[in-house]
Nanobody, 119 residues
């Protein structure tokens, strides 16, 4: 079964950090480009970051550049998002997605993990 499972979300104070993980199974993870997309309450999806299949190229939305770091471990079939200096406006459900190309086309989606930034 093709599957992406996110974890690592939670409640954190402004200025804090979280690391999200996305575990892949059922497909050749190392052949896919990976992305993180978030959706805040009452808003549409927002692309956050992406990394190519080999991990050598990374991309960030301006809203998270300098604060978030995307990485992957192809040996462990896992994608990560290190989030530092978190702000209340980072509150959202975070989804990972796998696609054979960037920009994404017909991606495989995870179920999402909630990140809440609040004091």
């Amino acid at each position: 079964e093709v599957q992406l499972v996110e974890s690592g979300g939670g409640l954190v104070q402004p200025g804090g950090s979280l690391r999200l993980s996305c575990a892949a199974s059922g497909f050749t993870f190392g052949s896919y480009d990976m992305s993180w997309v978030r959706q805040a309450p009452g808003k549409g999806p927002e692309w956050v970051s992406a990394i190519n299949s080999g991990g050598g190229s990374t991309y960030y939305a301006d809203s998270v550049k300098g604060r978030f770091t995307i990485s992957r471990d192809n040996a462990k079939n896992t994608l990560y998002l290190q989030m530092n200096s978190l702000k209340p406006e980072d509150t959202a459900v975070y989804y990972c997605a796998a696609s054979l190309t960037l920009p994404m086309r017909s991606p495989i989606w995870g179920q999402g993990t909630q990140v809440t930034v609040s004091s």
